[in-house]
């Protein structure tokens, strides 16, 4: 098929080209996902494994998928055909579009949520509220039929707007903005949750390891997360760096997104767990985690200053919901961007179709977990299936694609220019890269996998 082009935007900055592919990273992979998958797996022996993961695994993948974007100019559905025309390799673009698309649908539903807490936090909802009565609203909530749904369609809305208006005023603008707010709001959260009384159970939780929990699952579970939290194998940094500009240095650039990504998620470990201890509640609640146990903590950390509670509670949600917009926007312009490449639509049409088609798969997840949660695929509801088979399947698989596309594929020369900016930039983790792209990567993903499998014994 024809592959139509147009004149390329760019993002206008170095550093708006940051703080967007930070955007992306940082979300309720973050703030919801990772404290929760923490708590599953037995706290901080998680968290070294998902360390080891983001800087072994993530940040080379990153630079790989950085490499793919910046060298073709083009979405990751098209990129894979600019370099290597006629080959198979494009289906691994595809299959990133399609992950995308599918993650877009039930991160939306969560995203949605985080609405509705902002107007509960506003409209004194959690006033005089005890920690089951907690509980018991956010079961009704999220099991309603409709509210969920109206929240669903706000927020895909907010994205839709943002993406329509481009690359430059709307992402890129919009990026600048909110991850400051953002950064700062959870630090001040951080600070709030350590002083309650009780705390120190769960700064333990978080920092001092218990290895007898680690089994297979705990390093399927912390890959998935790393790349799922850095927003890898689905070509949305790649999209992202096929905006970006000839002097944009792809290794700090990806350093960066890096750290602060693994800043913002260990500062929400210590948002949420010195809480749901200082509250009682177990850390392994699951998904709910942020929806029960930091309502509690506003109300209790400031029992005696209502205003205070008042604004905090307001402050978390909308830091949430920020969060979640930034990279709701990145999932979106992934097919998006890929439409509007591919098939010359323009933006505003491209757009439309994709904000159809993903509400359609997040009305079906919102439904799953409360309607329909007797439909199951593999023993889990439609949104936790959804969950499972990209984060944890599909996010890793095209990651891995893209490790061996640009280590062992992409010409040599090619990739090195990229890393360097054609040789004005030292390259000393050059080989390094390389040998982790070539191998590291790739074996240390498919053992995970068969490890999983049972396949080891
Ligand atoms: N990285 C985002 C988060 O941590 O919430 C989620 C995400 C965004 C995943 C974009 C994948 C992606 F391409």
Redesign the pocket.
């Known amino acids: 098929m024809q592959q139509h082009h147009h004149e390329r935007v760019s993002f206008g900055s170095k550093i708006g080209a940051i703080l967007a592919a930070a955007g992306?990273?940082?979300?309720?992979?973050?703030?919801?996902?990772?404290p929760y998958e923490t708590g599953n797996h037995g706290g901080a022996a998680f968290i070294l494994i998902y360390l080891g993961c983001v800087f072994i695994f993530g940040l080379p993948i990153m630079m790989a998928e950085f490499t793919i974007g910046r060298r073709s100019k083009a979405s990751t559905g098209g990129a894979y055909r600019v370099l290597a025309p006629g080959t198979p390799w494009k289906w691994v673009g595809y299959l990133g579009v399609l992950?995308?698309f599918l993650?877009l649908g039930y991160?939306t539903v969560v995203a949605g949520w985080t609405l509705e807490y902002i107007f509960q936090a506003a409209t004194l909802g959690f006033s005089g509220k005890s920690p089951n009565d907690f509980i018991t609203m956010f079961q009704h909530f999220s099991q309603d039929p409709l509210r969920p749904l109206i929240w669903l369609f706000i927020f895909m809305f907010a994205t839709h707007f943002i993406v329509v208006r481009g690359v430059k005023d709307g992402i890129e603008k919009s990026s600048k903005v909110m991850m400051p707010v953002l950064f700062i709001l959870v630090v001040l959260l951080a600070i709030c949750s350590l002083t309650l009384p009780g705390a120190e159970k769960g700064v333990e939780f978080l920092l001092k390891p218990d290895f007898s929990k680690v089994t297979a699952d705990v390093f399927l579970g912390a890959m998935g997360q790393a790349?799922?939290?850095?927003?890898?194998?689905?070509?949305?940094?790649s999209t992202y760096a096929s905006y970006f500009g000839k002097d944009t240095r792809l290794g700090h650039t990806a350093m960066s997104v890096g750290v602060i990504?693994t800043c913002v998620?260990v500062l929400a470990g210590l948002i949420i767990f010195p809480a749901a201890f200082a509250v009682g509640i177990q850390p392994d609640a699951g998904p709910s985690l942020i929806f029960i146990t930091l309502p509690n903590v506003f109300q209790q950390a400031f029992a005696g200053v209502p205003v205070l509670s008042y604004v905090c509670s307001v402050a978390f949600y909308v830091l949430l919901a920020l969060?979640?917009l930034t990279?709701?926007i990145?999932?979106h312009e992934?097919s998006t961007a890929f439409l509007h490449e591919k098939f010359g639509f323009t933006r505003t049409r491209a757009a439309s179709l994709v904000t159809t088609g993903s509400l359609l798969i997040g009305v079906v997840s919102s439904l799953a977990l409360g309607e329909w949660s007797t439909y199951t695929i593999a023993g889990m509801n439609v949104f936790d299936a959804l969950d499972y088979l990209t984060?944890k399947i599909m996010?890793p698989v095209s990651g891995m694609f893209a490790a061996l596309f640009v280590g062992w594929v992409l010409d040599r020369k090619i990739v090195r220019g990229e890393a360097t900016n054609y040789g004005t930039l030292k390259s000393s983790y050059y080989p390094l890269y390389i040998l982790i792209l070539k191998f590291v990567a790739p074996i240390g993903i498919v053992l995970i996998f068969v490890n999983e499998l049972g396949l080891l014994g």
């Not at 992306?24 to 992979?29: E, H, I, P, R, T």
């Not at 850095?230 to 070509?235: I, K, T, W, Y």
């Open positions: 992306s990273a940082v979300g309720l992979g973050n703030i919801w996902r990772f992950t995308g993650i991160y790349f799922f939290s850095l927003s890898l194998g689905m070509g949305c940094l990504d998620a969060a979640a990279s709701t990145s999932l992934v984060a996010l």
